[in-house]
């Protein structure tokens, strides 16, 4: 019901806009998170944005290069990234709840995509 998209290989200092569509599901009762998990590593925060996209929060790695936006109408949700770091490179996944509480927290979401890979290269 989620399908991330928009992944891939890029060099330090680039920019990549991941996708987030949504099927099966009211898309604007849902909060939206995007998490990664790098190798060897436990699945963290990236960016969460409640129903309606008036509130948003970053993880403190990514704030101010990176931007999570939604576009209701389309089903469909992004993040932005810019000025990425090799630090960067994980499976970004995004994640589905109804509510915005605890929206930090990975293990209370409902549904998520399958992931998509990125690579930042030094």
């Known amino acids: 019901q989620l399908q991330a998209s928009g992944g891939g290989l890029v060099q330090a200092g680039g920019s990549l806009r991941l996708s987030c569509a949504a099927s099966?599901?009211?898309?604007?009762?849902?909060?939206m998170g995007w998490f990664r998990q790098a190798p060897g590593k436990e699945r963290e925060f990236v960016a969460a944005?409640?129903?309606?996209?008036?509130?948003?929060h970053y993880a403190d790695s990514v704030n101010g290069r990176s931007t999570i936006s939604r576009d209701n109408a389309k089903n469909t949700m992004y993040l932005q990234m810019n000025s990425l770091k090799p630090e960067g490179t994980a499976v970004y996944y995004c994640?589905?709840?109804?509510?915005?509480?605890?929206?930090?927290?990975?293990?209370?979401?409902?549904?998520w995509g399958q992931g998509t890979e990125v690579t930042v290269s030094s």
């Open positions: 099966g599901l009211t898309f604007g009762d849902y909060a």
């Open positions: 944005i409640s129903w309606g996209g008036g509130t948003t």
């Open positions: 994640a589905a709840k109804r509510d915005y509480y605890r929206h930090y927290d990975s293990s209370i979401y409902t549904y």
